[in-house]
């Protein structure tokens, strides 16, 4: 089941600029990585245009958008878009969805009914349920991702999180969490390079602060710029032997599939080196 994810997706940070990703989308592709998650960032989608450009440059990876905020995008429009790229290139287009930020918007008002409504709007526009992913953390979100879309794409989560989130979705949905990483074995060049990617904006974001005290951590951990505990349970760090270990947990936890984020010391640096030498550890086994 959802094989054609693979379990290991690229998950490109905006910060390494469109073009830029456009370019690294076939070469992760030819390393293996069959799901090619894009981050998107505050800003709208639009006519999805990068996601459509990153399917154009491939042949038949996944492009999956992380995430589309529902505040942001009309859900009819993003419909739309979705079936001329569809119709263009087939069915490799991913439509991860969320609420974004609830401290970036004046008018935070009922966030989830504004997501139960985007989501009939998106099934409504014939956007297939399987076609769907919901950025989802808390039981009411996760409930609805399982109940009306493919499955759930979380951000910035431990496996505690993955076995709640496999329990309250149930067995068939998919499950993807994002894990961030770092391809050193200095733990700490590994803390200064993770601790900015979670600090900021995050620790500042109630949505996640509260979701990691709930599977594990203390005030205390997720204060200032967080402990190195969090830091280290968020950023795995270490040979690729032991980064698998690592995130492989969600996998023991219950996800189908890890996004992996790889950071560098340059935050605009290509994360292809890192993907590759990930990807010759993983064909060597």
């Known amino acids: 089941m959802h094989e054609q994810f693979g379990t290991y997706g690229a998950w490109l940070n905006p910060a390494l600029g469109d073009a830029p990703r456009i370019e690294y989308a076939p070469e992760l592709e030819e390393l293996g990585y069959q799901t090619i998650w894009v981050g998107i960032g505050a800003d709208p989608v639009g006519g999805m245009e990068l996601l ?10 996944i492009i999956a958008s992380a995430i589309i905020n529902m505040w942001q995008d009309d859900a009819r429009s993003i419909a739309r878009h979705y079936h001329r790229i569809v119709d263009r290139y087939g069915p490799r287009l991913l439509l991860g969805v969320g609420l974004g930020h ?12 504004r997501m ?5 709007a998106l099934l409504d526009g014939r956007v297939p ?4 992913v919901i950025g989802a953390l808390g039981t009411k979100t996760l409930t609805l991702a399982g109940d009306k879309t493919l499955g759930a794409h979380p951000y910035l989560t431990v496996p505690a999180h993955t076995r709640y989130a496999r329990e309250t979705l149930g067995s068939s949905a998919f499950l993807a969490p994002e894990h961030k990483v770092v391809l050193t074995e200095d733990a700490d060049a590994a803390r200064k390079i993770g601790r900015p990617a979670v600090q900021n904006p995050y620790l500042g974001l109630r949505n996640y602060t509260n979701n990691l005290m709930r599977h594990g951590f203390t005030e205390a951990d997720v204060d200032g710029s967080g402990s190195d ?10 040979s690729p032997e032991a980064i698998y270990t690592h995130i492989n947990e969600h996998l023991t936890a219950g996800a189908n599939h890890i996004g992996i984020q790889v950071f ?11 993907f590759r030498a990930l990807a010759e550890h993983r064909h060597a086994q």
Do not use: F
Request: glycine share 2%.
């Open 52 to 61: 459509e450009q990153m399917i154009a440059a491939t042949k038949h990876a």
């Open 102 to 113: 609830p401290e970036s918007r004046d008018a935070y008002e009922k966030p989830y009914e």
């Open 116 to 120: 139960v409504h985007y989501v009939d």
């Open 129 to 132: 349920a399987e076609a769907i």
């Open 229 to 238: 505990a969090l830091i280290d349970a968020l950023v795995a760090h270490g």
């Open 264 to 274: 560098t010391e340059d935050p605009t640096a290509s994360p292809v080196q890192a």
